[in-house]
């Protein structure tokens, strides 16, 4: 299959501990999104890449947050210190193209639960 | 934050029958999208709209656009049980469109067998 892949698809852990995703995109697709999706509401933007650069973070993006793409293929996402606030579930998604210009291919995601 | 609102919040109507949401959104827009999303297949996209166009087809989905209004519709026609979801709008922003897209809360439609 050679859509969005992310990993773990579940995650529990405990307030305060860091948490690692890992979203792996369509091969071809340049550009890479973070959304982060709670219950009853839409997806939210968190942040964007185009190949290995890291090109807007939104202000959801705490300090404790960070997102790395090393090399322009996979990325992860790092919760530092984790609140329960962050539960969540954290969707990646790719294109070839810009935000405004085709649609984005998502992942199944990861749910979070912070107890 | 976000962008657009979807109208109504739930939808439960009989397969076979026609279902409308809405969405209205604050900001100029290069784009309008339609995703569906249920737990079987996560968000998968529906259709896209330029700004320059006022409606767009696509099997069973028509949708319209109306950028004086700020608003958009998504009709679904002869529905199925199947389409039973949540539909959200998406939009980018103008001024270069780098951005990620902006959803609504979305539409959670339910189809009666």
């Known amino acids: 299959d050679t859509g969005v892949s992310q990993d773990p698809r579940h995650k529990i852990t405990k307030r305060g501990q860091n948490v690692t995703f890992r979203c792996d995109p369509i091969s071809e697709h340049n550009r890479l999104y973070w959304y982060r999706q709670t219950l009853g509401q839409g997806p939210e933007f968190l942040t964007y890449f185009q190949n290995e650069a890291q090109l807007e973070k939104s202000r959801l993006l705490s300090d404790r947050f960070s997102a790395e793409r090393p090399k322009g293929s996979f990325s992860t996402l790092e919760i530092q210190r984790t609140e329960q606030g962050d539960s969540a579930m954290y969707l990646c998604?790719?294109?070839?193209?810009?935000?405004?210009?085709?649609?984005?291919?998502f992942g199944p995601g990861t749910r979070l639960t912070v107890t | 934050s976000q962008q657009g609102e979807e109208d109504p919040q739930a939808l439960s109507i009989q397969e076979g029958e026609n279902a409308t949401m809405n969405c209205s959104y604050k900001?100029?827009?290069?784009?309008l999208q339609w995703y569906r999303q249920n737990s079987g297949r996560g968000l998968v996209h529906l259709i896209l709209i330029r700004s320059n166009e006022r409606e767009k087809h696509s099997g069973r989905l028509r949708v319209t656009l109306d950028t004086s209004k700020k608003s958009s519709s998504l009709l679904i026609t002869a529905s199925r049980a199947a389409d039973t979801a949540s539909y959200f709008c998406?939009?980018?922003?103008?001024?270069?469109?780098?951005?990620?897209?902006?959803f609504g809360k979305g539409t959670h439609l339910i189809i009666q067998p």
């Open positions: 998604a790719s294109s070839p193209r810009l935000a405004g210009e085709g649609e984005q291919y």
């Open positions: 998406a939009t980018d922003a103008t001024g270069g469109g780098a951005d990620g897209l902006t």
């Open positions: 900001t100029s827009i290069n784009n």
